[in-house]
């Protein structure tokens, strides 16, 4: 029989295919459509802080005559509801499933982050994913001031929380390798999810205006973090999802072979619908049948950067296929 189970947090997963965090993890109706479907894991929709300062700021300015004691009426009540709804939606999963529901949190403040992560913890989530990608646009920090931000903020978070943790990173960093280990070194992270799929900005050249670019990733993007998957995994003892361009089980079984234990969908489910979980499984068993692989264990790894594949991994130029072009 072929077995799909994998190991990701120290949690036993059925499969290694996890519904990342986004809008159709955040209401339970839509949890239950995609649970009948048996993913691995469930990452929750976050709980962005600022968001909630947002919701708050709204409001407090379509009511202008407000008394100071009702703005802060209003900012607690706001923040509390929306806390509470996030602590029932946990809760609420794990009634209907014995599938592994991760919490997923963003925050500003070292006190909010702890305060949030200690409600989730109490409310019963299996493990917290650390939405805390910083992008270093600000020309007066050093890399290693970036760096620490995410050193005090794990520590912090470890401090007061014994639930998993994972680190949803930014691929931006000038020795990403290196920050990595530095940080499974420590102990106070279970695994990394590489990487975060940031809002991008484009620019209408007709309106000549600022908007959005694609929401969606492009089944095409799933190479920046198979790169990095495999060079990481085989060099750092902490565990690795990937995410980012994750739209079939082909793409899933190459992040498994550069040494990923477990993978993020969204775009995918968004565009074709949680059955699209089911038909990933099939086809991955398929494969598995093909190859003679009885269980992901004998295929986990076996492509990452290892001294024979390194260079594959490595090379940063593209001499083989452009060297002779003019």
Same mark, same amino acid.
């Given at each position: 029989?072929?077995?799909?189970?994998?190991?990701?947090?120290?949690?036993?997963?059925? &499969?290694?295919?996890? +519904?990342?965090?986004? $809008?159709?993890?955040?209401?339970?109706?839509?949890?239950?459509?995609?649970? *009948?479907?048996?993913?691995?894991?469930?990452? =929750?929709?976050?709980? !962005?802080?600022?968001?909630? &300062?947002?919701?708050?700021? @709204?409001? #407090?300015?379509?009511?202008?005559?407000?008394?100071?004691?009702?703005?802060?009426?209003?900012?607690?009540?706001?923040?509390? @509801?929306?806390?509470?709804?996030?602590?029932?939606?946990?809760?609420?999963?794990?009634?209907?499933?014995?599938?592994?529901?991760?919490?997923?949190?963003?925050?500003?403040? /070292?006190?909010?982050?702890?305060?949030?992560?200690? @409600? #989730?913890?109490?409310?019963?989530?299996?493990?917290?994913? *650390? &939405?805390?990608?910083?992008?270093? !646009?600000?020309?007066?920090?050093?890399?290693?001031?970036?760096?620490?931000?995410?050193?005090?903020? =794990?520590?912090?978070?470890?401090?007061? +929380?014994?639930?998993?943790?994972?680190?949803?990173?930014?691929?931006?960093?000038?020795?990403?390798?290196?920050?990595?280990?530095?940080?499974?070194?420590?102990?106070? /992270?279970?695994?990394?999810?590489?990487? %975060?799929?940031?809002? %991008?900005?484009?620019?209408?050249?007709?309106?000549?205006?600022?908007?959005?670019?694609?929401?969606?990733?492009?089944?095409?993007?799933?190479? =920046?973090? =198979?790169?990095? /998957?495999?060079?990481?995994?085989?060099?750092?003892?902490?565990? +690795?999802?990937?995410?980012? $361009?994750?739209? &079939?089980?082909?793409?899933?079984?190459?992040?498994?072979?550069?040494?990923?234990?477990?993978?993020? #969908? *969204?775009?995918?489910?968004?565009?074709?619908?949680?059955?699209?979980?089911?038909?990933?499984?099939?086809?991955?068993?398929?494969?598995?049948?093909?190859?003679?692989?009885?269980?992901? %264990?004998?295929?986990?790894?076996?492509?990452?950067?290892? @001294?024979?594949?390194?260079?594959?991994?490595?090379?940063?130029?593209?001499?083989?296929?452009?060297?002779? *072009?003019?």
């Amino acid at each position: 029989m072929t077995n799909l189970e994998t190991s990701y947090l120290g949690l036993k997963l059925k &499969n290694p295919i996890i +519904v990342g965090s986004c $809008g159709l993890t955040g209401n339970l109706e839509s949890i239950k459509r995609i649970v *009948v479907h048996e993913p691995g894991a469930i990452v =929750l929709k976050s709980l !962005f802080e600022e968001q909630i &300062n947002a919701d708050i700021n @709204k409001n #407090i300015l379509q009511n202008t005559e407000l008394s100071a004691e009702a703005e802060t009426y209003i900012s607690s009540h706001i923040a509390h @509801k929306n806390i509470s709804d996030y602590l029932t939606l946990i809760k609420e999963c794990k009634k209907i499933t014995d599938i592994p529901i991760i919490a997923s949190i963003h925050c500003t403040d /070292v006190d909010e982050w702890i305060s949030y992560a200690k @409600k #989730i913890e109490s409310a019963g989530a299996d493990a917290l994913e *650390v &939405n805390a990608s910083i992008l270093p !646009f600000d020309e007066k920090l050093q890399s290693t001031e970036i760096e620490e931000q995410y050193f005090h903020l =794990l520590e912090q978070l470890r401090e007061h +929380v014994s639930l998993p943790i994972a680190l949803k990173m930014s691929y931006y960093s000038s020795s990403l390798t290196h920050f990595l280990q530095k940080l499974s070194w420590t102990g106070h /992270v279970q695994g990394f999810v590489l990487f %975060n799929r940031f809002y %991008n900005p484009d620019i209408n050249i007709q309106t000549q205006e600022i908007g959005v670019s694609n929401i969606f990733s492009s089944a095409q993007e799933y190479t =920046l973090p =198979l790169r990095w /998957v495999a060079i990481c995994s085989a060099k750092i003892e902490t565990d +690795v999802c990937a995410s980012t $361009g994750i739209h &079939n089980a082909d793409t899933i079984i190459k992040m498994i072979l550069a040494g990923a234990n477990a993978t993020q #969908i *969204v775009s995918c489910v968004y565009q074709q619908g949680p059955e699209i979980i089911s038909n990933i499984k099939k086809s991955m068993i398929a494969w598995m049948k093909t190859h003679q692989y009885k269980s992901i %264990n004998d295929f986990y790894g076996k492509l990452s950067a290892s @001294k024979e594949t390194h260079i594959l991994f490595e090379r940063n130029q593209f001499m083989k296929y452009y060297g002779s *072009v003019e």
